[in-house]
């Protein structure tokens, strides 16, 4: 028992040091309660002012909530209402996923939620001078039947939800392009099969209510005089709710450190929709703005890839399935990426993101001026597959952002337009240099793009074919490997883009019989020696009986 | 009876107006009330003045920017000529689509609100009217004449806004609560569909048709600042002043070199502050 | 309870009482202290329940009798003919379950390769921080001499909120919205175990030299902490350091402190 009693021990002595917390050395102001809180914790992102201009703010988009102004995305109340205070308390408690704002359950005591959600409403004078807002009443949802999602189906064409989220809820309809939001910054449609990242919540009560009573400030609308105006009925916009969750995974993807790359025997897949990836395994590989060295990206379009992996023993081919609303350079979303890139460059310099778009005084753009930036500036679209040069024997690798002076690692690069994938070394992001020796081509590539997604599948031989720098893959080995994702059409080229760290792709060894051997030779082995043992431990009671 | 109401009202009101200088309790709700009265008068018949005028413009109006409608055929049927966005409407030498309001002038009087509703209507991917004049809770029917989904967007500063979806050929009716000039109105589903709205709590506002002219009838005597406002050339003021019955012109001139002028958008007028320039309490952003 | 004087059963119990403090109560032991756990490894469990097994069969092999009394079960089992169907049940499940152990060691497992790394490596005495030498061995955070620090506060506040939000996060729990993207995870300063036990030369040094910096047992190729002296300035690495320590209400170790314990 002693490794108890050392446990609990070292325990007690990590409770003891290092655990007492000193006050907080900077008093609270005679203030409002909630004060003090706020300015402790919500003011770098929403200013000490409530405008939404706190330090945080001048890189994000969507930017940080204005609440003087009274509009808030998530209420519970109709179009251009107020929220409750349980509105704003949810939000504050659960946060916004797919945005900056952190769910802040357990950070607090009740009485500093109250106090919090108090000073909040004295930010804009909407709560003195509105009647109290009330919480629609919402009927209880119908089940989620195939006829429900059917009908579901119609509605979100006959709604034209398409007109923004696209025909199969991508983010990629024709409007998406031009949303704006209250403050003439762009804003995204949400991708519906991404619903762990919708603002409200994913479940089919939060995206109802969503439809029911809009997201103020936005270009999402409520739907809720539908109802009165009988052009649909409760359960059928209850319908649209339970078609737009079936748009998403049931659960959120898993994120796992290993791609594993299944062994098939003859062929791999000629093309990228190939049948054979449709039972392939998939693996979720989350993106996010590259933030590690300067220019630095913050507001990245590609959040996540899926990979699948296969090989035959002579060759790997990985399959890349992404989605981006555009495929760039697209003309229709140059007026889009001329704004990202303009808000992205004034930075958090300017307390008026909107005036970095247009400096016209008024709320009416002046549209007259020509775009200052033109598509020739507009980016493709890219991606790049990064691995290192030799397979690490122990933990060391390369730097995950493209390696460095030291140490360069080897990577595959597909840019929309371009034939084929180059084979490159990189010495840091985006610091490109040619792999001496590799023939053109030796890395096949396939490229499909409809509806907002993009597939793209990529063959080697898993043999270097003795060119120095390029990766020999193996089977039965962690290798790591990292992906880059740029959007174009997001003004997204070199350090502006989507990051990931290093992961692994194993392949499949064949199952070698040895592998049933050793298991069988143990049980076999066990029962004999439990025979032997029992059989002799019977003749001893024998014996010693018959004595 | 109901006679004898709309003369109780009238008298009541009369000896508001009359009496009235420094404003009181009722003068600061006064702007809520809406009756369900006709549209009566706001002042004595006897006494009842008129501000006429017109909005003139020189130079040459900018040509419509044309519209890439090929996403929604419905409404590109509707323009044989090809859809443009025409953000200056002109007849000869005149200016069409300006707000025109008296902004200053009335004091604390208060005014029955219409309860006529006013129309926009979605038709053709555009708004008709592009600029509209409202009283503060005065109903304003939204229409939709294309049959495929707007949304309406609403998006002022004071008023609470509010965004509401219609995606087949209906009608839905909204009002604001506040003086505002103007409200933003936006279709985000069609980036280049805009209106502009102008509320006041008062009636006594109007928008320029193509020749240029306003008129701004049943006003009390008195001296006014008159505003005109255009969603590309700016704002203009001038004073004018009206005696019983009698009939004040004002002139606007604009010019095609005003573009570029700031155009206030949104900006609250506040009743409490008798007409003062400063401007109400929160500035948003 | 006639039960848990036998000698046998009094073995299986402490066994069993072990095996469920090792998977359950050491994982639990650092939530009480509001630190982040996670699940012994089953190697480690392994261990741990081999050491007490040995401990209890030195204690029921102590004396003859216990250790008879100990055997007499065991014996049953084997011999007695009424335990028959016990004994053969046993003869299969005991090789089978030997099988499928021997069968999980030896098939395909596609588990990352271990990274371990130190959280905390060793600090170099000196750095040269843009150019300039500075020792960091006894080095004081030079704002807490002027006597500004709640200005020196706000400016770190603007700080962090420009550049450490997005990994860091807004309650300094290391889980900001782009911590999903990165291994190993950012560091949760809110935690007893990270900054209360560095000194603030420690940080200023980690936040200059960023993950480029650290040395080999750091893992630096994993490492997303940019290389801050790039971006920022002495002064505004240490006005972000007077914020990290403000925000979560921690003391900074002294140098008095590392001192005394250095021999740990």
């Not at chain 1, 062929?267 to 054979?276: C, F, I, N, R, T």
């Given at each position: 028992m002693t490794f108890v009693r050392a446990a609990l021990a070292t325990a007690g002595v990590l409770l003891a040091t290092g655990f007492v917390r000193s006050p907080a050395p900077l008093p609270a102001q005679e203030a409002p309660a909630g004060k003090a809180t706020y300015d402790r914790w919500c003011a770098g992102c929403h200013g000490a002012d409530g405008a939404g201009g706190g330090p945080g703010a001048g890189t994000m988009l969507p930017r940080p909530r204005d609440f003087t102004t009274g509009r808030y995305q998530i209420r519970s109340t109709p179009s251009g209402a107020l929220p409750t205070d349980a509105d704003i308390l949810a939000v504050i408690l659960d946060g916004m996923p797919g945005t900056a704002m952190p769910g802040w359950r357990d950070r607090f005591s009740d009485g500093e939620l109250r106090d919090l959600v108090a000073y909040l409403k004295t930010f804009s004078p909407f709560f003195e001078s509105q009647p109290a807002p009330e919480t629609l009443p919402i009927a209880s949802a119908p089940s989620a039947s195939e006829e429900a999602l059917g009908e579901g189906r119609d509605f979100y064409e006959k709604i034209e939800c398409n007109k923004c989220h696209g025909p199969t809820g991508r983010?990629?309809?024709?409007s998406a392009p031009t949303l704006e939001d209250d403050d003439d910054l762009p804003v995204r449609a949400a991708d519906l099969t991404e619903n762990w990242l919708f603002n409200g919540g994913g479940s089919v009560e939060e995206i109802h209510e969503r439809l029911v009573t809009g997201l103020n400030g936005?270009?999402?609308?409520?739907?809720?005089?539908l109802i009165a105006s009988e052009f649909m009925t409760e359960d059928q916009l209850w319908n649209v709710a339970h078609y737009v969750r079936s748009l998403a995974p049931e659960e959120p993807p898993r994120v796992s450190e290993v791609v594993r790359g299944a062994r098939v025997e003859g062929?791999?897949?000629?093309?990228?929709?190939?049948?054979?990836w449709e039972v392939a395994e998939r693996f979720y590989v989350p993106l996010v703005g590259q933030v590690v060295v300067e220019p630095r990206w913050f507001t990245p379009s590609v959040d996540g890839v899926w990979i699948q992996a296969l090989h035959n023993g002579r060759e790997v081919a990985l399959r890349i399935v992404w989605h981006d609303p555009s495929r760039s350079p697209d003309p229709e979303w140059e007026e889009w990426r001329a704004k990202v890139v303009a808000i992205a460059e004034a930075g958090g310099e300017t307390s008026d993101p909107a005036a970095a778009v247009s400096d016209t005084s008024g709320a009416a753009p002046d549209t007259t001026a020509p775009a200052a930036v033109t598509v020739a500036a507009h980016p493709p679209d890219a991606l790049v597959v990064q691995f290192p040069r030799t397979i690490p024997d122990g933990m060391e690798r390369p730097f995950f952002l493209m390696g460095d002076d030291r140490e360069p690692v080897y990577l595959w690069r597909w840019e929309n337009g371009r034939d084929g994938v180059e084979e490159l070394l990189a010495r840091g992001l985006a610091r490109y240099e040619p792999l001496p020796g590799a023939e053109a081509g030796a890395v096949a590539a396939e490229v499909a793009y409809d509806d907002g997604e993009w597939r793209l599948m990529l063959r080697r031989p898993l043999d270097a074919g003795g060119v120095e720098g390029r990766l020999s893959f193996e089977a039965g080995r962690a290798i790591p490997f990292a992906v880059f994702a740029w959007d174009g059409s997001n003004g997204e080229t070199d350090t502006r883009g989507s990051i990931g760290s290093w992961y692994f792709l194993y392949l499949d060894q064949p199952t070698a019989s040895t592998v049933y051997v050793a298991p069988i030779l143990a049980t076999l082995l066990t029962a004999a020696l439990g025979v032997v043992v029992v059989v002799r431990a019977q003749r001893r009671a024998r014996n010693g009986a018959g004595r | 009876m109901k006679r004898s109401l709309e003369a109780m009202t009238m008298a009541v009101l009369f000896a508001a107006l009359t009496a009235c200088?420094?404003?009181g309790e009722e003068a600061d709700t006064g702007g809520e009330v809406a009756t369900d009265e006709e549209v009566g008068p706001a002042v004595s018949p006897d006494s009842a003045a008129t501000v006429t005028g017109v909005v003139n413009f020189t130079g040459a109006a900018p040509a419509g920017e044309p519209i890439d409608m090929s996403e929604e055929p419905t409404c590109a049927e509707k323009h044989a000529e090809g859809p443009t966005r025409q953000t200056v409407v002109t007849g000869d030498g005149t200016l069409a689509n300006v707000f025109v309001y008296v902004k200053d002038g009335l004091g604390s009087r208060t005014f029955p609100t219409s309860s006529e509703p006013v129309e926009i209507d979605q038709d053709g991917c555009e708004y008709h009217p592009r600029v509209l004049a409202i009283q503060a809770n005065q109903p304003l029917v939204i229409k939709n004449s294309d049959g495929i989904l707007h949304n309406i967007n609403t998006q002022p500063t004071v008023n609470q806004g509010f965004n509401v979806s219609q995606p087949v050929s209906m009608e839905t009716t909204k009002s604001f609560t506040s003086p505002e000039v103007m409200i933003p109105v936006k279709c985000d589903v069609h980036g280049w569909m805009e209106a502009f709205i102008g509320v006041q709590s008062h009636p006594y506002m109007a928008v320029t048709a193509t020749d240029g002219s306003f008129r701004l009838e049943n006003l009390p005597p008195g001296t006014y600042t008159i505003e005109a406002w255009h969603e590309r050339y700016g704002t203009q003021t001038q004073t004018v002043t009206v005696g019983p019955q009698e009939s004040g012109e004002v002139t606007f001139e604009y010019s095609a070199d005003m573009a570029g002028r700031p155009v206030p958008m949104a900006e609250p007028i506040d009743l409490h502050d008798h007409g003062s320039e400063q401007p109400v309490a929160h500035a948003g952003r | 309870m006639k039960l848990l004087r036998h000698p046998f059963w009094q073995a299986v119990l402490v066994l069993l009482v072990a095996w469920i403090l090792i998977t359950f109560g050491i994982p639990y032991l650092p939530r009480l202290a509001g630190m982040d756990s996670a699940p012994v490894p089953s190697s480690v469990v392994l261990q741990y329940m081999v050491t007490v097994l040995v401990g209890v069969l030195i204690w029921v092999s102590d004396s003859d009798e216990r250790w008879n009394r100990f055997l007499e079960p065991i014996r049953a089992t084997m011999v007695e003919p009424e335990r028959r169907w016990l004994r053969l049940g046993l003869l299969v499940a005991i090789p089978l379950l030997v099988g499928f152990l021997a069968f999980r060691q030896v098939r395909q497992t596609v588990a990352a390769p271990p990274s371990l790394r130190s959280i905390h490596p060793a600090p170099p005495s000196s750095i040269t921080f843009r150019g300039t030498p500075m020792t960091l061995a006894g080095l004081e955070n030079p704002l807490r001499a002027d006597g500004s620090i709640a200005e020196d506060y706000e400016e770190g506040k603007r700080v962090y909120y420009e550049n450490c939000l997005p990994c860091h996060g807004d309650a300094l729990d290391g889980r900001g919205h782009y911590a999903h993207g990165f291994n190993p995870a950012p560091l949760a300063f809110n935690q007893g175990g990270t900054i209360p036990q560095l000194t603030e030369s420690f940080v200023f040094w980690r936040i200059a030299k960023g993950g480029p910096g650290l040395p080999k047992e750091g893992a630096p190729w994993n490492s997303a902490m940019p290389v801050w002296e790039d971006m920022l300035t002495a002064e505004e690495i240490w006005a972000v350091v007077v914020f990290l320590y403000d925000q979560t209400g921690f003391s900074p170790r002294t140098w008095e402190e590392a001192a005394g314990e250095g021999g740990e």
């Open positions: 983010g990629n309809g024709p936005t270009p999402m609308p409520s739907f809720h005089d062929e791999l897949p000629a093309s990228v929709d190939d049948e054979a | 200088g420094g404003g | -």
